[in-house]
Structure formats: C-alpha cells, structure tokens
C-alpha cells in the first residue's frame, strides 16, 4: 500500500484524480466547464486528447497545479514510433506536462522487448515524465506484465496506467499485483470504472498512486458527505 497516496485521498481525494476528458463527443462548452471545475476542485491532473489540448491549456492556465496531460497513440497504440514522437512534441509544444502513452504491444507479444523498450526510451528522453498505458483486459492475465512493467521502468518511464477505460474495471486484486512488481520504482494510476469514493479508496490503498476517471467531480462531491 501506498502510505503517502492513501494519507493524501483521505485527506483530500482531489489530490490522486486525473480528471479524463477522452469522450469524443464533448463539446467546447462541456470541455470548457470540465477544465475549470478541475481546476477548481485541485485535482491533481487533467488528461485530454490532442485535439483538446490547445482549449484545456488555456483554460487551466499557466498557474495551475493542475498538471495537463495528453495521451499519445491512444487507445491502441496502432501508429510507428515516428508518429508516436510527433505527437510527444506536438502536445509539449501546446504546454502538455506529462505523456500517457500506448506502447507496441504487438512487440511485447512477439517478445520483443528490446523494440518495446526502445519506444518508451525515445518518448522518455523528451523533456516531461512519461506514462506508460498497459491494457488491464489483457496484460494483468498475462505472463508478459512483469516484462512490461519491468522494461518501461528500466526505458525511463516515471509510471505505469493500469487500464485505459475499456472494458472492466480494475480490480483491488489486480492493482495489487502491479503494486508488488512495480516495487515503488514508479508512480501507479489506476483507469476505468472508479466511479465512487469508496471504489476511488479501494484502489488507491491497493497501491494505487492516482486513479484516472471521467467521475472526478461526483467522486470528491461524495467525499464531503461523508466528513
């Protein structure tokens, strides 16, 4: 578990959530209000898409503790590497601070971790943290997760996203697990179906650093009733 993160939900849960705006459909005004109200709220972080990037940046502000975060070959990591890094540098052109990104699982599967690792390092040697995304559906069932972990931590990765909000949500058990490979080498955060508090808490006392959801607002809404 994860002392400090859980010190820091409890004493106020704001401070684990990134707040996801990943849902195509929003609209200016819906992106608008969701930028404001987390940085109101204090949430952590925020991360949004590339397309969104440039409105959430002037939104949030050049103050902001709120960090902004865009996703790079989101969701499935389908592009080369080439294109992975023309993303990087074009979200940190537009004043992203950290990368959420999908590596070459095709490379992982073929037992390729030198190409799998060599990704991550080329993102990881740009000039913000970077995140690395592990399909939770797949990879917490799979023999190859300590090789993922294990290879993006060594490639320069700062943390490991558990999930990317399809499918089931991360399980208690599962985040567990990761805890115990990760071996505080790296931040953990946590994706999809957190919805509530209590479910917010759960992840975050299995080992969670931060937990990412589209919930933040209802999430810390329900902190409060209970104090």
Known sequence: MSTNSSN???DNISNV?????????LGKEMLVQICDGSKQYGFVGLCTSLSNLSIARERLGSKS???LTSVIGFPFGFIPTYNKLKEAEYAIEIGAEELDFVPNYFALEEGNVELFA???????ELSIPVRVILDANIL????KLSLAINASIDAGATGIQIGNGFGPAVTKNQTQKVYEIAKNRCSIKVVGGIKT?????EIIEAGSTFIGTSFGFEITK???KKE
């Open 118 to 124: 060599e990704e991550i390092n080329q993102l990881s």
């Open 197 to 201: 508090f209590d479910q917010a808490i």
């Open 140 to 143: 917490l069932n799979s023999s």
């Open 222 to 224: 329900q902190q409060k």
């Open 8 to 10: 820091k939900a409890y």
């Open 65 to 67: 503790t709120t960090k």
């Open 17 to 25: 959530i990134y707040q996801a705006i990943l849902n195509p459909h």
